[in-house]
T-cell receptor, first 114, second 114 residues
Framework: GAVVSQHPSRVICKSGTSVKIECRSL??????MFWYRQFPKQSLMLMAT?????????EQGVEKDKFLINHASLTLSTLTVTSAHPEDSSFYIC??????????FGDGTRLSIL | AQKVTQAQTEISVVEKEDVTLDCVYE???????LFWYKQPPSGELVFLIR??????QNEISGRYSWNFQKSTSSFNFTITASQVVDSAVYFC???????????FGTGTRLKVLA
């Protein structure tokens, strides 16, 4: 089946630093990629939708200047959490889709800000 | 507006018992898709099934079965003869025509006790 690789799987960093998370579709071209956030024992909340070569569409309440999304190619999207603070600690999951096909999810990134 | 409700927050069963996880959805679209995902403690999302709105046939896959009823807007998931390895959080999700976005329910945490 389709494979989506997300890296890193876990990151711990100090408050104020920026963290970049990569999402790669390994065996298909992902025209659309999605970024989700999941707090402990809660559901997945969609943060933004990105289409290759265009600006991401952010969900209501998500700060676009805080969570920078780049989808420069059909196989790679990145999420950068800028000036991260402890409240940004969460589990971030990406997914990729091609032409309306079901989303394929990465394994997630557990971000801890000290 | 689209919505997915998983009323059962947590269920505990003893191994070999059957268990049904409920999912109720809301959408005004006539074309939509319903999904079930499993999220084990490691965090990754494991795809279980996708069903489109025009296919109301129930499906069985090993110990798993799904009951889709448009009349009650439900897409319930049954695990027969549950096993400890079934312990996880299960999410129901909805997608609809014209978008590739998913809306997830709040999830049901299933604990299967030996």
């Amino acid at each position: 089946g389709a494979v989506v690789s997300q890296h890193p799987s876990r990151v711990i960093c100090k408050s104020g630093t920026s963290v970049k998370i990569e999402c790669r579709s390994l065996d298909f071209q992902a025209t659309t990629m999605f970024w989700y956030r999941q707090f402990p024992k809660q559901s997945l909340m969609l943060m933004a939708t990105s289409n290759e070569g265009s600006k991401a569409t952010y969900e209501q309440g998500v700060e676009k200047d805080k969570f920078l999304i780049n989808h420069a190619s059909l196989t790679l999207s990145t999420l950068t959490v800028t000036s991260a603070h402890p409240e940004d600690s969460s589990f971030y999951i990406c997914s990729a889709s091609s032409g309306g096909q079901p989303q394929h999810f990465g394994d997630g990134t557990r971000l801890s800000i000290l | 507006a689209q919505k997915v409700t998983q009323a059962q927050t947590e269920i505990s069963v003893v191994e070999k018992e059957d268990v049904t996880l409920d999912c109720v959805y809301e959408t005004r679209d006539t074309t939509y898709y319903l999904f079930w995902y499993k999220q084990p403690p490691s965090g990754e999302l494991v795809f279980l099934i996708r069903r489109n709105s025009f296919d109301e046939q129930n499906e069985i896959s090993g110990r798993y079965s799904w009951n889709f009823q448009k009349s009650t807007s439900s897409f319930n998931f049954t695990i027969t003869a549950s096993q400890v390895v079934d312990s996880a959080v299960y999410f129901c999700a909805l997608s609809w025509s014209g978008t590739y976005k998913y809306i997830f329910g709040t999830g049901t945490r299933l604990k299967v006790l030996a």
